[in-house]
C-alpha cells in the first residue's frame, strides 16, 4: 500500500483528500492550517481537509508555519512515499520535499505555466481566459515551477465565479490525480518541464484590488465581480456609498456617456455607463452596513430621486 502525507486547507482540497483515502492509499498523516476564527460570532473553525481526516481517524498535524515546526520534523519521521499537496498555503522546504520516498507532487487550479501563485482561479476569471484547469507537477521549492507529469483544461463560462470554478476543478483535480499517481509510481510518465518564458502569476487579491475601476469595458467588470465572488467581493462607490457588487449584467447596448453615470433606471433596474462605450446594469448589491439588495429592494423609494446622466459611481 503506497503511503502518503497530504497537505491542503480548504473545500478544494478537501474531496481531493477523500478520493485518495477511498482508493486505498495509506494516508499517514494530513497537514493543514490551524483553526481559524469565522463569522461575525468568531467561531473557531476547522478547516475542510482536517474535518476529512478527523472522520477518517488520520492523524493531523497544523503548523503555524511548516518549515522548522514540530509538524514538520514529525512528517519526516513518516517517511512516506508521496507527499501530496493541494493549496495547502505555504512553501515547503526542500528538506520535506525530500522525505518523500518517491515523490513529492502538488494540484495545482491552472494550466501551467499559466498563473502561478496563490489565485490562479480568480485571475483566469478576471482576465475574460475562456478555459482553465488543472495541473499536476512535481514540487520544489520555487513556487509553482515543477516539471509537469499531467493536466487538463475546462471551459470557463460568462456563468462561472471562483465558487463554480473551485468546485468544478476540485473534482477534475481529484480525477487526474487518481489517473496520475499509478502511472508515476510505475514509471510511465515522462515530466515535462515548464516553458520558463511562458510563466504568468497570480499573486493573492490585495485589498485594494477590490475596487472596480469603471474605466474598464463592462465585459471586464463583469469578469471581475465573478473573479472575486463568493469572496471577497468586488464594489465600487454608489452615491458616495461603498457598494459591494453580487451580481452584474453586460447590456448589448452602447453610450457616450462617462464612465460611472445613469444611463437608464426604473423601479426595477438600474444601468451605468463604463468604458469602452459599455452599459452595465446592477442586479444584486450590497452598500455599506446593509445586506444583500436586489436592484429592485434598493431602488424601492430612492429611484425618483436618481437623474439619467448624473454621475452615480466611482
Known amino acids: 500500500m503506497t503511503s502518503v502525507i497530504f497537505m491542503g486547507t480548504p473545500k478544494f482540497s478537501a474531496p481531493i483528500l477523500s478520493s485518495l483515502i477511498e482508493k486505498g492509499y495509506d494516508v499517514l498523516a494530513v497537514v493543514t492550517q490551524p483553526d481559524r476564527r469565522v463569522g461575525r460570532k468568531h467561531v473557531l473553525t476547522a478547516s475542510p481537509v482536517k474535518e476529512v481526516a478527523v472522520a477518517h481517524n488520520i492523524e493531523v498535524l497544523q503548523p503555524q508555519k511548516i518549515s522548522g515546526s514540530d509538524e514538520m520534523a514529525r512528517a519526516i519521521e513518516l517517511a512516506p512515499d508521496l507527499i501530496v499537496t493541494a493549496a495547502f498555503g505555504q512553501f515547503l522546504p526542500t528538506k520535506l520535499l525530500k522525505a518523500a520516498k518517491v515523490a513529492a507532487v502538488n494540484v495545482h487550479a491552472s494550466l501551467l505555466p499559466k498563473y502561478r501563485g496563490g489565485a490562479p482561479v480568480h485571475y483566469a476569471i478576471m482576465n475574460g481566459d475562456k478555459e482553465t484547469g488543472v495541473s499536476i507537477m512535481f514540487m520544489e521549492k520555487k513556487m ?32 487526474l490525480l487518481l489517473e496520475t499517481l499509478p502511472k508515476l509510481l510505475a514509471g510511465e510518465i515522462t515530466p515535462v518541464p515548464q516553458d520558463e518564458d511562458q510563466v504568468t502569476f497570480s499573486p493573492t487579491i490585495k485589498s485594494d484590488e477590490e475596487r472596480i475601476d469603471l474605466n474598464l469595458s463592462a465585459h471586464l467588470i463583469d469578469c471581475k465581480v465573478r473573479a472575486l465572488r463568493p469572496a471577497p467581493i468586488a464594489h465600487i462607490y454608489l452615491n458616495g456609498v461603498r457598494t459591494k457588487l453580487w451580481d452584474v449584467t453586460v447590456l448589448d447596448e452602447t453610450t457616450e456617456m462617462a464612465p460611472g453615470s445613469l444611463v437608464s433606471h426604473d423601479k426595477h433596474h438600474l444601468a451605468i455607463a463604463t468604458g469602452d462605450h459599455g452599459v452595465l446594469a446592477l442586479n444584486e448589491i450590497q452598500p455599506a452596513g446593509k445586506p444583500k439588495l436586489s436592484i429592485t429592494d434598493f431602488l424601492n423609494g430612492t429611484s425618483d430621486a436618481l437623474t439619467i446622466g448624473e454621475q452615480v459611481a466611482e
Not at 471551459?155 to 463554480?164: M, N
Open 144 to 175: 509553482d515551477a515543477g516539471a509537469v507529469l499531467a493536466q487538463r483544461a475546462i471551459p470557463i463560462t460568462d456563468q462561472d465565479d471562483v465558487g463554480t470554478m473551485f468546485d468544478k476543478l476540485s473534482d477534475v483535480g481529484r480525477d
